[in-house]
């Protein structure tokens, strides 16, 4: 029997459970493996366990077999949202599922008529000829320690239960997902005590409240991580210095702030689970009433109505001490920003005051570079002056180098005076003569032109090259 027959029976579905049948099957492949048989029959209960394959995994179960158990056992619809709540995933969603969910249905001539909890008993006693089924499922979140080496040692983990009995022959079917390795030995030592003479519980609301106290142990210990945490982060808001950081003083960074904001949020989904768990124990309490007025509850229907109030004032004691822990943050909170803050305008005031003095710095500098910027205006000008005078001065012995060149020529033996004489041997005049090795000047004065000229040249590709280099 498949989930086609499943869906069969189900003539009547509301919008609401359509929407969720098509998001179940969405969600098929994130929530079951493709070839899975792991499967544990509770033989004693009537009952079936499905376990994941890990935290934040697939069950160990197809969606071939795990349909067939819905249909044989023609489990209500909303069942499928608390399913929903598991399977692969990267991260917690906050998704706990329905909560608790439950109603007692009239079967008769193939027709279900669908009766909530809390309707008045003679309302039921009634229709006693009929057969009267009750059905019930919840998630029960709770934290547990994953023995992982790093990151949190806790992680919040879910345990579903889906649990229906027929209240003429007390027959009860249970389904229970990921129920931890405490939780399952607790139901199997309870089934051996409390298990009757024809295979079933005479009160089937003992086993809920075995299922509840099992996930409960581990809160006040999860809690009190918390509140270390937390006593981490207050010890550092309370005793650090509001100033400025000295070397022995507490380290408060930003970092803190966002550790404190985690932790808020492990509160607050901490809080929520616990109210989950409390709004569960009131549908049990609710479902409980009804069973006791059909005179569903054995003689031990005492001991259950006092074990679920010592279960509801432990979730109520965790709630407070929540509660407690969230306004202590609060105030860890304010005053770890007033603590950044303050050190913050400290931090705005010294860099104030270090601008400040690289101001008055800049300052300063700006002031004698202006007055070398005046000297060596200064300084320009008698250059430009003295620049001027050397022109001048270049431009007279410009002037007068011709002269000085014929000058000296004539002053030297390249070229001399002879005198003339005339026949009678009187002098009538002189005339110049030029020296036979006047050729011997001319060349070496071009030779050595050309030298000078050539050294020139090739000292200045010499610099040209190292200045390239």
């Known amino acids: 029997m498949g989930c086609d027959q499943w869906e069969a029976h189900m003539h009547d579905l509301t919008r609401e459970d359509e929407r ?21 029959i509770l033989t004693d209960m009537y009952g079936s366990l499905v376990s994941q394959q890990f935290s934040f995994g697939r069950f160990g179960l197809s969606a071939e077999a795990f349909n067939s158990i819905l249909a044989f056992e023609k489990v209500f619809p909303p069942y499928l949202e608390a399913v929903r709540a598991f399977g692969s995933k990267l991260k917690d969603n906050h998704n706990n599922g329905v909560g608790i969910c439950g109603h007692i249905y009239e079967s008769a001539s193939g027709t279900d008529q669908i009766i909530p909890y ?24 709770y934290p547990a320690l994953n023995g992982r080496n ?38 199997q030592e309870a089934l051996k005590i409390h298990t009757a003479g024809d295979g079933v519980s005479q009160n089937p609301t003992e086993l809920h409240l075995i299922l509840l106290s099992s996930t409960e142990t581990q809160w006040s210990e999860y809690i009190e991580y918390l509140d270390a945490r937390l006593d981490d982060l207050d010890e550092k808001a309370c005793f650090s210095r509001v100033g400025k ?52 509850t ?11 109030a010592v279960y509801m004032n432990k979730i109520v004691h965790h709630q407070r001490a929540i509660s407690s822990s969230l306004q202590r943050l609060k105030g860890t909170a ?27 710095t800049l300052q300063h500098i700006a002031v004698q570079t202006q007055r070398e910027n005046e000297t060596l205006s200064r300084i320009a000008k008698q250059n430009r002056k003295d620049s001027m005078k050397l022109k001048a001065l270049t431009l007279i012995a410009t002037v007068y180098l011709p002269a000085t060149l014929l000058a000296t020529i004539f002053s030297s033996s390249l070229i001399s005076a002879v005198p003339a004489i005339s026949i009678d041997g009187k002098e009538i005049g002189a005339h110049f003569s030029i020296f036979r090795q006047f050729w011997v000047y001319v060349l070496g004065t071009f030779a050595l032109t050309g030298v000078t000229l050539a050294a020139f040249l090739f000292m200045n590709h010499r610099w040209r090259k190292q200045v390239e280099v």
């Open 20 to 40: 969720t049948l098509q998001l179940y099957h969405e969600d098929e492949p994130r929530l079951f493996s493709s070839e899975g048989d792991e499967l544990e």
């Open 118 to 141: 809390g309707r008045p008993p003679h309302f039921l006693k009634s229709r006693e000829a009929k057969t009267w089924t009750a059905e019930l499922c919840y998630n029960i979140p």
């Open 150 to 187: 790093r990151g949190s040692p806790w992680s919040e983990r879910l345990t579903g239960v889906y649990h229906q009995v027929n209240l003429q022959t007390s027959r009860s079917c249970w389904i229970l997902l990921q129920a931890s390795a405490y939780t399952r030995r607790r139901v």
């Open 334 to 360: 304010a005053l770890l920003n007033k603590i950044l803050e303050f050190r913050d305008i400290e931090t705005l005031r010294e860099t104030n005051r270090a601008m400040q003095l690289n101001l008055a």
């Open 245 to 296: 950081q000295c070397h022995h003083d507490y380290s408060v960074t930003f970092s803190d702030y966002q550790r404190l904001h985690l932790l808020r949020q492990k509160l607050l989904k901490a809080s929520a689970d616990l109210a989950t768990c409390r709004d569960i124990a009131v549908g049990l309490e609710t479902r409980y009433k009804d069973l006791k007025d059909r005179g569903m």
């Open 298 to 308: 054995s003689s031990r229907s005492s001991t259950c109505s006092h074990s679920l």
